[in-house]
C-alpha cells in the first residue's frame, strides 16, 4: 500500500505569511493529490485535485504543486479563516484511497 | 445545491452492528461513485468504502473486510454502510463523500454522523 506523509505536523505562522505543506508518497501516484482543509467539528473542504488544480470557489492565495512522490500546498498570504488542519489524499486505482497524517496551522 | 446529509450514528456494543444512511440531493446521485471516510476523535481521515455508480463494484480499507457492507438505493437517492462485528476501534466519525470520479477526489461531504463502539 502506498504511505503518505506530511510536514511539518504542526505549523505556526502569523496573518500575511507565506505557508507551506509537503505531502510525499511512499510510491509515485503521477499527479493523483488532492488537499483538502479541515476546522474542528468540521468536514473536511476540498482545496486542490490533480495535485494543481484549485477547487472552484475556493481563493487564489491556495496553490498545489508537484508530482510523483512529492507535492506541496502553499498559501501566498495566510488569513485569519485559513488556520485549520491540512490534510492530502492520493489515489491510485479505484480500489485503495490514504489521507495523509494531516499539518495543523496555527497562530503564531 | 449538493447536500449530503448523514444520520444512524451512535453507541454501541463491541460485537454490535449498525447501519448508518446517508441522504443526497443536489446533483444526479445514479451518476456518482459514493464512498465512506471516516474520522476517529483527534485523528486524521481514513477512507472506508467506495460504491460504484450501479452498485456493481465495491471497494473496503482492509480494516472493514468482511465486517462492513457499503450499498445505494438509486431510486432513494441514499447511500449506506452495514457494520457488523464492530470494534472499539470503529469509534469515529462518519461521513458520506462524494467520490468526483476521472479525478479522484471526494468533492462535496456530509457533515458526519458520530458512531462511539463501547460496553
Known amino acids: 500500500d502506498i504511505q503518505m506523509t506530511q510536514s511539518p505536523s504542526t505549523l505556526s505562522a502569523s496573518v500575511g505569511d507565506r505557508v507551506t505543506i509537503t505531502c510525499r508518497a511512499s510510491q509515485s501516484i503521477s499527479s493523483w493529490l488532492a488537499w483538502y482543509q479541515q476546522k474542528p467539528g468540521k468536514a473536511p473542504k476540498l482545496l486542490i485535485y490533480k495535485a494543481s488544480s484549485l477547487e472552484s470557489g475556493v481563493p487564489s492565495r491556495f496553490s498545489g504543486s508537484g508530482s510523483g512522490t512529492e507535492f506541496t500546498l502553499t498559501i501566498s498570504s495566510l488569513q485569519p479563516d485559513d488556520f485549520a488542519t491540512y490534510y492530502c489524499q492520493q489515489y491510485n486505482s479505484y480500489s485503495v484511497f490514504t489521507f495523509g497524517p494531516g499539518t495543523k496551522v496555527d497562530i503564531k | 445545491e449538493v447536500q449530503l446529509v448523514e444520520s444512524g450514528g451512535g453507541l454501541v456494543q463491541p460485537g454490535g452492528s449498525l447501519r448508518l444512511s446517508c441522504a443526497a440531493s443536489?446533483?444526479?446521485?445514479?451518476?456518482?461513485?459514493m464512498s465512506w471516510v471516516r474520522q476517529a476523535p483527534g485523528k486524521g481521515l481514513e477512507w472506508v468504502a467506495n460504491?460504484?455508480?450501479?452498485?456493481?463494484?465495491?471497494y473496503y480499507v482492509d480494516s472493514v473486510k468482511g465486517r462492513f457492507t457499503i450499498s445505494r438505493d438509486n431510486a432513494k437517492n441514499s447511500l449506506y454502510l452495514q457494520m457488523n462485528s464492530l470494534r472499539a476501534e470503529d469509534t469515529a466519525v462518519y461521513y458520506c463523500?462524494?467520490?468526483?470520479?476521472?479525478?479522484?477526489?471526494?468533492?462535496?461531504w456530509g457533515q458526519g454522523t458520530l458512531v462511539t463502539v463501547s460496553s
Open positions: 463523500a462524494r467520490f468526483s470520479g476521472l479525478e479522484a477526489h471526494f468533492d462535496y
Open positions: 443536489g446533483f444526479t446521485f445514479s451518476s456518482y461513485w
Open positions: 460504491i460504484k455508480q450501479d452498485g456493481s463494484e465495491k
